[in-house]
T-cell receptor, first 114, second 111 residues
Framework: NAGVTQTPKFQVLKTGQSMTLQCAQDMNHEYMSWYRQDPGMGLRLIHYSVGAGITDQGEVPNGYNVSRSTTEDFPLRLLSAAPSQTSVYFC?????????????FGPGTRLTVL | SQQGEEDPQALSIQEGENATMNCSYKTSINNLQWYRQNSGRGLVHLILIRSNEREKHSGRLRVTLDTSKKSSSLLITASRAADTASYFCATDDNQGGKLIFGQGTELSVKP
């Protein structure tokens, strides 16, 4: 199993550009999440999904959009990139609700917005 | 908002010594998890302890949970240079079950 994969690994954007961060898992997990990690802030939840067709907001959802059309994929869209969105983004999946189950993390996408 | 806070923020020890990291949280929980993150990598799950458990072991790891003090500790015994990483505690939000992470402890184990 590949586990959780994320693409791209690195990305540089200009302010105002849009892009999609890809996340896929092959473990048939229902629960998937997107986090951002900033120095001194730990990981903060952006959006999450409890199954195909169901998404909800986390702690810092503004400026991001998600959809979940299949169990395997959970892309994160930046609508109009801002320098404040410079961060490392992690996708994670778990068999059930994240607070009750081990989460499997992808390797991360390092995003710089100029 | 952050639920868990780790202490210390950074810890430097010699190989073979024990490393203890602490986590405090604010509201009641159902579970607490510990994760490790090597530099430039994703997080890896170490252990999950439920609110009705007081202690749990996994190899060289020992986790304790004191719900009355709203705190947990992670002990790594006989540390190795390969244990150098950041360690995060995470708790469920006791509502929808989302996981909330602390800021982490950066552990450096010197050979």
């Amino acid at each position: 199993n590949a586990g959780v994969t994320q693409t791209p690994k690195f990305q540089v954007l200009k302010t105002g550009q849009s892009m999609t961060l890809q996340c896929a898992q092959d473990m048939n997990h229902e629960y998937m999440s997107w986090y951002r990690q900033d120095p001194g802030m730990g990981l903060r939840l952006i959006h999450y999904s409890v199954g195909a067709g169901i998404t909800d907001q986390g702690e810092v959802p503004n400026g991001y959009n998600v959809s979940r059309s299949t169990t395997e994929d959970f892309p994160l869209r930046l609508l109009s990139a801002a320098p404040s969105q410079t961060s490392v983004y992690f996708c994670a999946s778990s068999y059930g609700t994240s607070g009750y189950n081990e989460q499997f993390f992808g390797p991360g996408t390092r995003l710089t917005v100029l | 908002s952050q639920q868990g806070e780790e202490d210390p923020q950074a810890l430097s020890i010699q190989e073979g010594e024990n490393a203890t990291m602490n986590c405090s949280y604010k509201t009641s929980i159902n579970n607490l998890q510990w994760y490790r993150q090597n530099s430039g990598r994703g997080l890896v799950h170490l252990i999950l302890i439920r609110s009705n458990e007081r202690e749990k072991h996994s190899g060289r790891l020992r986790v304790t949970l004191d719900t009355s003090k709203k705190s947990s500790s992670l002990l790594i015994t006989a540390s190795r240079a390969a244990d150098t990483a950041s360690y995060f505690c995470a708790t469920d939000d006791n509502q929808g079950g989302k996981l909330i992470f602390g800021q982490g402890t950066e552990l450096s184990v010197k050979p």
